[in-house]
């Protein structure tokens, strides 16, 4: 026990030790080489790790990213920061082009997942827990900053659906948080990227193998889709019409639907009434799209092809969407045993049995290719916290449990090799170090 309690401290000195040395004081850096800026969905997840050191610090870093919020409501998905050298970086953006790009700051163009409000709830339970001065910042930040949240909801759920089908459209895989996963492989293969401004790319200098990241055909078929949102000056009813590149996503669905929820919920506590029952339609329209979207035969849910109208039915951990957003209980049960399955976390060979990003029995799988097999921390944490929001402690103890032995090797890496557990990608990757802090508070 004694050895079991001094390794648990070391892990959560070490994950602290990460989020301070990312600290820029007005926002964490995603990573201190490879991601050098602030990035939407990361943000969320770091601010709730701070929120066990600092809770006046955690509320800095949401209002930070708040602070780049598009007019319309748009969260961009990256804020840039002073550092040189990262690409793309606003002058290939160009966002200067959009009506309703916010002044003063550079950012992308396009958006992420809408995990946000989970964030604004867990840093709202934690100064609850400590009461006092904890407890009124965090109040008066909720007052201060839900109408920004309930306009990023709003916006998705109007710009990004505009039919009403109860799925998340987006333009670009990096709008799914899951660049070069499987799912995309499909709507990608009919991206014909023409001439274009040359470019330099600096990702793959930040890794040991050039091989974990993306291709650079891949890769050029990103920065097609990059400048053809300028081309369009970034106005989504002309992006629907020009971009080679639209996909229902799934899995931002599923967190539109579960954030919505929880929006409500803090809606509620706050007596914004007419806005908690927006948000609750919101979650309800995107659940039962997400749910509809599940294929009977896989039992897995698909994206889908917008340009073609096709189902996507990949392997991937895209389509567990369902696990986060709840649902129809027959769906739930089958996708739990998938996940806990000899295809998934069941799989012999798995060195930790925690989620692949692609199952190890698909022909698209690489264990060692980014968002095509290696397991995210981020992502085993997203499903443990869901799980035990709907009650199912028995998963959310299993995903903790292995996840903390995987995070033991305290390189707080990007993601991981499955089958030797080797940290692969960026290290001392910030969102990594801030889900430890939250197991470990669990």
């Known amino acids: 026990m004694e050895d079991d309690t001094a390794g648990t401290a070391r892990l959560g000195d070490a994950a602290a030790d990460v989020l301070r040395r990312n600290d820029l004081g007005h926002l964490t850096v995603a990573a201190p080489e490879l991601y050098p800026h602030q990035w939407s969905w990361d943000t969320a997840f770091i601010a709730i790790g701070l929120s066990h050191l600092s809770v006046s610090r955690a509320i800095i870093e949401m209002s930070s990213l708040l602070t780049a919020q598009w007019r319309r409501g748009m969260i961009p998905h990256i804020v840039f920061d002073t550092a040189p050298g990262y690409f793309p970086g606003p002058e290939r953006w160009r966002t200067a082009v959009a009506s309703d790009a916010p002044a003063g700051v550079r950012t992308s163009g396009i958006c992420q997942p809408p995990v946000h409000s989970v964030a604004v709830a867990r840093i709202l339970d934690q100064a609850r827990r400590r009461g006092g001065a904890d407890r009124r910042a965090a109040e008066d930040f909720l007052t201060e900053s839900i109408d920004g949240w309930l306009a990023w909801h709003r916006w998705l759920a109007t710009s990004r659906d505009p039919e009403g089908s109860g799925l998340v459209e987006i333009h670009h895989s990096w709008e799914s948080g899951m660049d070069n996963s499987p799912r995309w492989d499909a709507p990608y293969s009919r991206v014909d990227a023409g001439e274009m401004e040359p470019f330099t790319r600096n990702d793959t200098t930040h890794v040991t193998d050039a091989a974990e990241r993306?291709?650079?055909?891949?890769?050029?078929?990103?920065?097609?889709?990059?400048?053809?949102?300028?081309?369009?000056?970034?106005?989504?009813?002309?992006?629907?019409?020009?971009?080679?590149?639209?996909?229902?996503?799934?899995?931002?669905?599923?967190?539109?639907?579960?954030?919505?929820?929880?929006?409500?919920?803090?809606?509620?506590?706050?007596?914004?009434?007419?806005?908690?029952?927006?948000?609750?339609?919101?979650?309800?329209?995107?659940?039962?799209?997400?749910?509809?979207?599940?294929?009977?035969?896989?039992?897995?849910?698909?994206?889908?092809?917008?340009?073609?109208?096709a189902w996507l039915p990949t392997a991937t951990i895209g389509g567990f969407a369902p696990l986060l957003c709840g649902g129809d209980a027959a769906v739930l049960r089958r996708q739990r045993e998938l996940l806990l399955g000899p295809e998934w976390c069941g799989h012999p060979d798995l060195r930790h049995a925690v989620p692949p990003s692609t199952s190890p029995t698909s022909p698209e799988f690489r264990p060692r290719q980014y968002w095509r097999g290696p397991q995210w921390p981020v992502i085993t944490w997203l499903f443990g916290w869901a799980a035990r929001r709907r009650g199912d402690e028995a998963l959310e103890g299993q995903l903790r449990e292995e996840s903390l032995r995987q995070l033991g090797d305290l390189r707080f890496a990007e993601y991981y090799e499955p089958f030797t557990g080797e940290a692969l990608g960026s290290r001392w990757q910030s969102w990594t170090a801030a889900v430890t802090l939250d197991w470990l508070a669990s």
């Open 214 to 309: 993306p291709t650079d055909a891949e890769y050029r078929r990103y920065i097609w889709l990059v400048d053809q949102m300028v081309a369009a000056r970034y106005d989504e009813e002309a992006i629907r019409r020009t971009i080679d590149f639209r996909v229902a996503d799934v899995f931002a669905s599923a967190l539109l639907a579960l954030s919505s929820e929880i929006l409500a919920e803090l809606a509620a506590g706050a007596g914004r009434h007419r806005d908690a029952r927006d948000m609750e339609e919101i979650a309800a329209r995107f659940r039962s799209g997400v749910i509809a979207a599940v294929s009977p035969r896989s039992g897995l849910a698909q994206d889908r092809d917008l340009r073609t109208g």
